[in-house]
């Protein structure tokens, strides 16, 4: 971007709360279900069906107000948001707009240097969603309205996005929190976290805003940075020419890598906004506010900084292993069966972030489902601390205990893949080696340093494996001795 100018960003992201029954009726929630099963009179909007908040939706909106130090309403209302679409029979959306259940909180990004950004959260409101036209499967437009009445709260942040990559910071930090908080199961591709972005630039220095655009249909976190990318750039162009920025929603095409119009501005929306009258206003009181707060899990980011603080791990370690609540309990669960010490804490936190999510990332599964639990884990790095397997071999015990539930130390045993340490049975090997490697023994003494490694190999070739490289190492160099200096 040229650099006299600065882009304003904000987010307004939708996330589906993980609540089993609809916002306003007992109606399943579950996706994937047979198309126009989850129905009844109230989320059809058929007249005189009567909508009955589901306390959950305000439970777990609070959630994420309190996690994001908003204020908590009081009083708030919900409104009716009047627009005409096929997959909206009601004819119109409930959802919060005058006042809302959440406002004024903030999320702290981390920045590459300095202090952390403080991002601005505007409000956090409740509201449902709608159904869903279907395109693809018959040549007409088909319509599934399970999907009506599923509760969302939508995340309204500041525009204090100064760069389409602090954006894509942000809405990972915006997941991060939601589903730490068990509110929202965090996967943009199946459309439960969607995110609108509203972008303007302007030139440096400057307190105006310029005029902004939304770009909408950004259905991943790579998206949001290119689509809000492309827009900053598309922008500044524009004014660089001489030419005005239009008012518009533009939707972002991945394929082309570009956005282009939806809808001008002479169509914009009055949705005619007015109180819901079958609704009471949300009552929040203080006793429910501290009993949620009390619930509350440890904030991410307050995890990350407590296992750098507690395990002395490097914060590239810490930052990885809090990405997602499942991989920090799973972490922790195995260093609690090893044992406090940072060296544990280290081996642990390197087995995880390799071996352990490596598999669960080819297997596409969520890290609590995966096929060895963090004790078994913990057992098998006990085997490499006692000396009784190498850490060659340990990725192989790894592997065996993918597809059994047996304990490493069954398998080592089992499959004979403990660790040769009998200084005389290496001593033999090492004879061996020594007496049919007679030129690369000479070598070594005309003064070739390397030549080590190579016995070294040869080594733990002939015993597969199994010899313990620390007497390999001992025993090598004493029967060697140290290469003549040339
Ligand atoms: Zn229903």
Redesign the pocket.
Known sequence: MNDQYEAVIGLEVHAQLLTES?A????STRFGDEPNT???????GLPGALPVLNKKVVEFALRMGLATECKIAPVSVFARKNYFYPDLPKGYQTSQYESPLCTEGHIDLDAESGPTRRIGITRIHMEEDAGKSLHDIDADTLIDVNR??VPLIEVVSEPDLRSAHEAYLYLHKVRQIATYLGINDGNMEEGSLRCDANVSVRKKGDKKFGTKTEVKNMNSFRNVERAVGFEVDRQVKLLEEGQTVEQETLLWDANRNAAFPMRSKEEAHDYRYFPEPDLVPVLVDESWIRNVAASLPEHPTTRRDRFMSAYNLPKYDADVLTTEKGIADYFEAAVNTLGSGPENAKSASNWVMTEVLRVVGEKGIDIRSFAISPSRLASLIGLINDGTISGRIAKDVFAEMLGSPEDPKTIVQKKGLAQLSDAGAIEQVVNQILSSNALQVKKFHDGNEKVFGFFVGEVMKATKGKANPKVVNETLRKKLGTPIAQ
């Open positions: 609809k306003f009726c007992g109606c989850h129905v009844c009179p109230t989320c059809l009506c009445g």
